[in-house]
């Protein structure tokens, strides 16, 4: 079975910091891993995916993921938070029918 | 503009009803998905489609049920067996039904019992 974890349900951090949200998973199949972000009251929108290649993703907004098959870890990042960041994040992994399994959700606070 | 319409956007349900939730999208997409989100839960699956006239179940479907007659228009039916329904719905479709596919979502529908 595959499973998500988000470290972290509350992550806090002021503007221009680095911001480091942490996603591990469970598969027993090649993973395929998605970041999500969800402002309030609004539905889901991709940040990025990885599927095969470059294990360093990029994506909209300035923010990149690495994928480590080692540590099963596919973290978020960014180098510089804005305040327009704050929004709830959530990393999810694909079945093999398509059908994305989600972690519990980060929410980013990001500070004056 | 193509995407993925929910509506209504708020609804609210008296205790014993039954309601209907929409989801259409014009992505010509064959699979679509609709998750319940609850606080500090993430979404949770409660049935998918990838083609018309089939539908699963997901991880949640006890007091839900589903229609796909057609390929842009995946209904969600909240009966009266659902004992907790107050949550956030969101709908989604993918290209296809295959692991790799990003899935696009709506924006979603709070349902309040009252």
């Known amino acids: 079975a595959q499973s998500v974890t988000q470290l972290g349900s509350h992550v806090s951090v002021s503007e221009g910091a680095l911001v480091l949200l942490r996603c591990n998973y469970s598969?027993?199949?090649?993973?395929?891993l998605f970041w999500y972000v969800q402002y309030p009251n609004q539905g889901l929108q991709l940040l990025l995916k990885?599927?095969?290649?470059?294990?360093l993703v990029k994506g909209i907004n300035g923010f990149e993921a690495e994928f480590k098959k080692s540590e099963t870890s596919f973290h978020l990042t960014k180098p510089s938070a804005h305040m327009s960041d704050a929004a709830e994040y959530f990393c999810a992994v694909s079945s093999n029918t398509g059908k994305l399994i989600f972690g519990q959700g980060t929410t980013l606070q990001v500070k004056p | 503009d193509g995407g993925i319409t929910q509506s209504p956007k708020y609804l609210f349900r008296k205790e014993g009803q039954n309601v209907t939730l929409s989801c259409e999208q014009n992505?010509?997409?064959?699979?679509m998905y609709w998750y319940r989100q609850d606080p500090g839960q993430g979404l949770r699956l409660i049935y998918y489609?990838?083609?018309?006239?089939?539908?699963q179940k997901g991880d949640i479907a006890e007091g839900y049920s589903v229609s796909r007659e057609k390929k842009e228009s995946f209904p969600l039916t909240v009966t009266s067996a659902q004992k907790n329904p107050t949550a956030f719905y969101l709908c989604a479709s993918s290209p296809q039904g295959a692991s790799g596919t990003e899935a696009f979502f709506g924006q979603g529908t709070r349902l309040t019992v009252v």
């Open positions: 992505l010509n997409h064959d699979a």
């Open positions: 598969s027993s199949v090649p993973p395929y």
């Open positions: 489609s990838q083609i018309v006239n089939d539908f």
């Open positions: 990885y599927t095969t290649g470059a294990t």
